[in-house]
């Protein structure tokens, strides 16, 4: 609060708009081009908006929450995520075989973070869009044509895209146990991290 802050937009897939009417502006996020604004918070809080664009089937899906804090309790917090990050990369690179059990907990974290808003809570997706994951061919199909749709994306379906950038080995291999085993597919297959990384 009480500083300026720069916010930067940009999309994946297709135009959006970045809008939190307590902030007093509307900005576009498109595809292969960034667009910045600039922003006082005067108060401590949560102020909310939602994307301004029709954008497609998930745009009913796009809330933005903005949480202003005071400048200590921002460094606190960017030094809590430079802790968790060090864990979490010390983990994902370690040799350790994990339990079906870990992956599943940690799995189902990592889907609803990252695959919920397209895939639903449940695995039944938004079709045609978002393909069910619930009895879906990829989920209780061969794995590795699972794991290699969650690290390179779909070329089929280009709404579904790579994650080899944005989680870690441990994070994918993870989701990917929890998808194949979650929602009654009970495939009992468990993905390692070493997997994930050989497909990479």
């Known amino acids: 609060v009480n500083k300026r802050i720069r916010f930067l937009h940009t999309a994946t897939d297709v135009l959006h708009a970045w ?3 307590a902030l ?15 922003a006082i918070i005067e108060k401590e809080g949560t102020y909310r908006g939602q994307c301004a664009e029709n954008c497609g089937t998930g745009h ?10 005071s400048e200590d309790k921002y460094a606190s917090w960017v030094a809590e995520q430079k ?11 370690s040799d350790k075989a994990w339990t ?21 809570s449940e695995g039944q997706g938004l079709p045609p869009a978002f393909p069910a994951l619930k009895a879906g061919p990829i989920t209780i199909g061969p794995v590795a ?16 895209v790579a994650w080899a950038n944005a989680l870690n080995d441990l994070e994918m291999a993870a989701v990917i146990t929890y998808e194949r085993n979650a929602w009654g597919n009970d495939t009992g ?4 991290p070493a997997d994930v990384k050989a497909a990479r």
């Open 19 to 21: 809008w939190v009417p």
């Open 24 to 38: 007093a502006y509307k900005k576009d996020s498109i595809p292969g081009y960034i667009n910045e604004t600039w």
């Open 60 to 69: 009913a899906y796009m809330p933005i929450v903005v949480k202003a804090v």
């Open 83 to 93: 802790a968790e990050k060090a864990k979490a990369m010390a983990e994902a690179t």
């Open 100 to 120: 079906k059990d870990e992956l599943m907990e940690r799995g189902k974290k990592v889907y609803m973070t990252n695959c919920v808003a397209c895939h639903q």
């Open 145 to 160: 044509g699972h794991i290699d749709i969650v690290v390179n994306g779909s070329k089929k379906n280009p709404v579904m």
């Open 189 to 192: 297959d468990v993905v390692q």
